[in-house]
């Protein structure tokens, strides 16, 4: 590796994490507090520890690790910053295989600032360590040369998030075809060692899906686009992302095939599951899509304008996405901070889902409402309101 790559990757990586520093000392919405709360408390708990389906273990382990620090908000999220902004590199690369050079640059530039990638590196969750093992995993299975690192890949990848499991299937279905029995052996083999590592929560996830097959919702593939275009159509209005979609269309016609059919095949197996079974579905869980996506598009930037040319095709791109991503630092997600800092000195009882996450006071003089939807909210987040409801003082006794 050339001095002048290393500065290039180290200059993009510092980028990365500058990026993603704005916001990142927002208090922790719901599923953050309920992986500290119940599973980065202890490393067995963070490692077996499985309620309501909320574990992703290596996440957890990492919270763990940042919690010995400090419990402030910005130390925990400080190694999901880290792992999103290499998965920024990672981006790139997967890239370069077909694209080279410039594909790989322009990847890396519109993952640094997409607002989906950048806000699932601001999680206390596995959507970081998913964003770096996506293309990761998809890269050595393309490459087909190191199948050890790439068992190794997928199991942590699946260790991070489960749903890293649709890339799994469809890089199988692909290496079935090629007749790739060394790749498809590894893909085999990261799996059942990450099945291995899920033993001691299997029972309750089967469990868990059991009961929840059927219901839907609450987010469709209406959702999942929009996550995967502008990130919040309140951040940007995500037709403003079908550019994206129509370059990594290209990109995948053009030069990128393989990548192409491993991206879409990827995206039909998450569409007929969501049609066909009705599970729970978030649109997040499509979030390993999105390397891919913006691998391919730089690919279909550096393929129709090979030249500098390319960069005036992407900057509407980049401008889009850059302008969700600093709207989005500004928001909170979930305004409970807010919320205790406009009533000083006043005592607050939770309540809604989530309310078990806070401490009450046994003598309040205000409610909260977590999640309320009530258009009188008095402040609002990416994913929740919260509503003050102040309460009547207590009479005093009569006097005789």
Excluded at 78 to 99: D, E, N, Q
Excluded at 293 to 318: E, F, I, K, N, Q
Excluded at 319 to 340: K, N
Excluded at 350 to 373: C, N, Q, V, Y
Aim: charged share 15%; glycine share 8%.
């Amino acid at each position: 590796m050339s001095r002048r790559t290393v500065v290039l990757l180290a200059s993009v990586f510092a980028l990365a994490v500058a990026v993603r520093l704005p916001g990142l000392g927002r208090g922790l919405w719901y599923d953050e507090l309920f992986t500290v709360e119940n599973f980065a408390d202890t490393l067995p708990h963070a490692l077996f520890a499985q309620r309501a389906a909320n574990n992703h273990p290596l996440a957890s382990v990492l919270a763990w690790l940042a919690r010995r620090a400090s419990e402030d908000p910005r130390v925990l999220r400080a190694p999901f910053v880290l792992l999103g902004a290499l998965g920024v590199l990672a981006t790139g690369w997967l890239a370069s295989l077909r694209g080279g050079e410039k594909a790989a640059a322009l990847a890396m530039a519109l993952a640094a600032v997409h607002p989906a990638h950048v806000a699932f590196s601001q999680e206390v969750r596995g959507y970081a360590p998913l964003l770096l093992a996506a293309p990761l995993v998809v890269g050595l299975a393309l490459e087909a040369k190191r199948p050890v690192l790439l068992a190794v890949a997928v199991a942590l990848g699946l260790f991070s998030h489960l749903s890293l499991a649709v890339l799994v299937l469809a890089l199988a279905a692909l290496a079935g075809h090629e007749r790739a029995w060394k790749t498809l052996a590894a893909l085999a083999a990261g799996t059942l060692a990450a099945l291995l590592l899920y033993a001691p929560m299997l029972s309750h996830l089967g469990a868990f899906f059991v009961r929840q097959a059927g219901h839907g919702g609450p987010d469709g593939l209406g959702r999942t686009l929009e996550l995967l275009a502008t990130a919040d159509s309140r951040l940007a209005p995500a037709w403003l992302g079908a550019p994206f979609f129509a370059l990594a269309l290209a990109g995948g016609a053009l030069r990128a095939r393989r990548l192409a059919c491993v991206a879409w095949a990827a995206a039909l197996i998450i569409a007929l599951a969501v049609s066909v079974a009705h599970p729970l579905f978030y649109a997040r869980f499509a979030l390993a899509l999105l390397p891919l996506l913006l691998a391919l598009a730089a690919s279909g930037v550096a393929t129709l304008l090979p030249d500098r040319r390319g960069l005036l095709l992407a900057s509407p791109l980049l401008i889009v996405f850059g302008v969700a991503t600093a709207r989005r630092a500004s928001w909170e997600t979930e305004p409970i901070g807010p919320a205790l800092r406009a009533y000083e000195g006043a005592r607050f009882v939770f309540t809604g889902t989530g309310s078990e996450l806070h401490a009450s006071d046994a003598e309040p003089t205000h409610r909260i409402e977590l999640f309320s939807k009530d258009p009188d909210a008095q402040f609002h987040g990416l994913y929740a309101d919260v509503k003050v409801v102040p309460l009547a003082a207590p009479r005093a006794p009569a006097a005789k």
